[in-house]
């Protein structure tokens, strides 16, 4: 029985695609994740956009930045 072929015919190909498979899985649970932390956050103000305080934004002095 030539098991050099099987194992390049059947196992390789099944280890890549099954574990491209369990990457896809994880991403899409991570993305869902991040989806609902973001729902969450937007429920405290309903429509209304989140504004960065422009202090905040722009460093002009590097002491009163600390």
Same mark, same amino acid.
């Given at each position: 029985m030539n098991y050099f072929g099987m194992?390049?015919?059947f196992m390789l190909p099944g280890i890549l695609l099954g574990s491209m498979g369990a990457i896809a899985v994880? #991403?899409?649970?991570q993305r869902r994740k991040r989806q609902k &932390? !973001?729902?969450? #956050?937007r429920a405290g103000q309903?429509? &209304? !956009? !989140?504004?960065a305080d422009k202090g905040k934004l722009y460093v002009y002095?590097?002491? &009163?930045? &600390?």
């Open positions: 194992f390049f015919s994880h #991403q899409e649970l &932390a !973001r729902k969450v #956050q309903p429509g &209304a !956009r !989140r504004v002095d590097m002491n &009163a930045a &600390a």
